[in-house]
């Protein structure tokens, strides 16, 4: 847990971007290939489509995209920004980090960067990390990246996984400020949570140290439908306790865009109005860490998101993890 009033610096969020692959995969494209329809995959999960990442768009390419759009809209050169968290299970490769590619991508060679993986929860552990780094006093300004190509760790032969998930990438510039310069703005707290015994509910059947291979997802769908919205709610509530707000001060409600009916009965079990949840999983489906940056892109993008406002992002995924965190944007 972490308090903005009781530290020095707070973390502030100054730009947000994204960046998605070209090609769009709609739920009729799937149909042609495989046994499900249209009908099927809205009314069970609120996906119509999702963006597929060509051989020319690995991960790297489609992060550094949007950090390019995160910097451009805070007004801010690579060289303002010393750090680069990148939340990632899908890499270009086993090493070097999609961070320290990132990082080349953007002509720096200060600072540094690494890669974090917590699965669909990567992008708020992330943002946890990044704001302790600032807030320390250790760097200025952390470049937040969420980017995945889950197209290539599905297996598009079964049904019951390859429609629910896409790929892309958003990013957000994080800047360590005074609180007089802050006015109260930036990341509140974060709650972070893992459990690993529930490994085999959603997990990758390979890796470098056993198969020697990528792998392919795997997916007990019913079993993470069942935990996921008590893991989002109780770390949601973890942060309202913590900072001693309720549903009612949130502006904005950014959860993982897994799947419509986690994220409404989520919202409902914490009392927070439909008009007040950002749902991108419709446009995007599940883009594991990068869904929740490609969320705020789009709320603030639209006029959604104004600077002043309470926002709570959450996330739950593999391992499993889950987390939460307020921020006065
Ligand atoms: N199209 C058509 N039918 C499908 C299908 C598809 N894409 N995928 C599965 N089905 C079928 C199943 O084969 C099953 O048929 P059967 O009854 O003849 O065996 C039927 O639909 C019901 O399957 P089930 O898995 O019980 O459906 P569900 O209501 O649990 O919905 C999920 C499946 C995956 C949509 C749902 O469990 C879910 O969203 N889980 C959470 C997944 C998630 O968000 N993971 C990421 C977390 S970060």
Request: aromatic fraction near 6%; hydrophobic fraction near 40%.
């Amino acid at each position: 847990m972490t308090h903005l009033t009781e530290g020095g610096l707070s973390s502030v969020v100054v730009g947000v971007g994204s960046r998605l692959p070209k090609r769009i995969v709609s739920n009729a494209d799937l149909q042609k290939s495989l046994d499900t329809s249209d009908e099927w995959i809205v009314q069970r999960t609120g996906i119509r489509q999702r963006h597929v990442a060509g051989e020319d768009e690995p991960t790297s390419k489609l992060g550094l995209g949007a950090a390019q759009a995160a910097l451009a809209d805070a007004g801010l050169s690579p060289d303002d920004v010393d750090l680069v968290i990148v939340a990632t299970s899908t890499p270009d490769h086993t090493f070097p980090s999609v961070a320290t590619q990132i990082q080349a991508g953007l002509g720096m060679t200060h600072g540094a960067g690494f890669d974090l993986q917590a699965v669909c929860s990567g992008f708020v552990f992330a943002v946890a990390t990044a704001d302790k780094f600032l807030r320390s006093g250790s760097h200025r300004r952390a470049l937040v990246v969420g980017a995945e190509t889950f197209s290539r760790l599905v297996d598009w032969t079964d049904r019951s996984t390859c429609v629910l998930f896409g790929d892309g990438a958003g990013a957000i510039v994080l800047e360590a400020q005074s609180r007089e310069q802050a006015q109260g703005r930036g990341v509140l707290t974060t709650h972070l949570r893992s459990d690993g015994r529930h490994r085999e509910k959603l997990y990758v059947d390979g890796g470098p140290s056993t198969t020697r291979t990528t792998g392919v997802l795997r997916m007990a769908g019913r079993e993470v439908f069942r935990h996921a919205v008590g893991m989002a709610t109780d770390v949601a509530e973890d942060a309202f306790a913590a900072t001693g707000t309720n549903a009612e001060d949130l502006d904005w409600f950014v959860p993982h865009q897994a799947n419509r009916r986690i994220i409404e009965a989520s919202a409902e079990k914490l009392g927070v109005a439909p008009s007040k949840v950002v749902l991108t999983v419709d446009l995007h489906a599940n883009t594991s860490a990068a869904s929740i940056p490609l969320a705020l892109s789009v709320a603030k993008a639209d006029g959604r998101i104004k600077r002043g406002d309470l926002v709570m992002i959450e996330a739950m995924g593999g391992g499993f993890t889950w987390g939460a965190a307020l921020i006065r944007w």
